[in-house]
């Protein structure tokens, strides 16, 4: 999980010490298990059709506004020298990701 890390780990000002390890450890944890709670949470609170729409636009604004933070903070933080053809800019001119076109649904008392 934590293998990758090691490409930083000659970078100026990169502290890959135990306890980033385990701040890394704790919040890929966080990570697997979240997913699953926000889907129980769905599952008993979203008990019509226009509450599984909401929750799914919710969930689609969510992940819009991360990519928004990811790109600033990558524009904000990047050395552009570095990267050649590789630029951000090329983002904005794409198309956003569509959503799904399916709903959740019961099916075996889980939700897809």
């Known amino acids: 999980m934590t293998d990758g890390f090691q490409y930083y780990r000659d970078e100026p000002e990169v502290d890959l010490s135990p306890k980033t390890y385990r701040w890394m450890r704790q919040h890929a944890h966080y990570d697997d ?3 699953k709670i926000a889907l129980e949470i769905v599952e008993r609170y979203a ?10 636009l919710a969930a689609r604004r969510s992940l819009q506004l991360l990519d928004n933070a990811l790109i600033t903070a990558f524009e904000a933080y990047s050395d552009r020298a570095l990267l050649g053809t590789r630029s951000i800019e090329r983002r904005h001119h794409e198309v956003d990701i569509p959503f799904p076109d ?3 649904r019961r099916d075996a008392g889980r939700v897809r």
Not at 47 to 56: E, G, H, P, S, V
């Open 33 to 35: 298990e979240h997913p």
């Open 47 to 56: 008990t019509t059709d226009f509450l599984r729409t909401r929750a799914m």
């Open 102 to 104: 399916r709903r959740f």
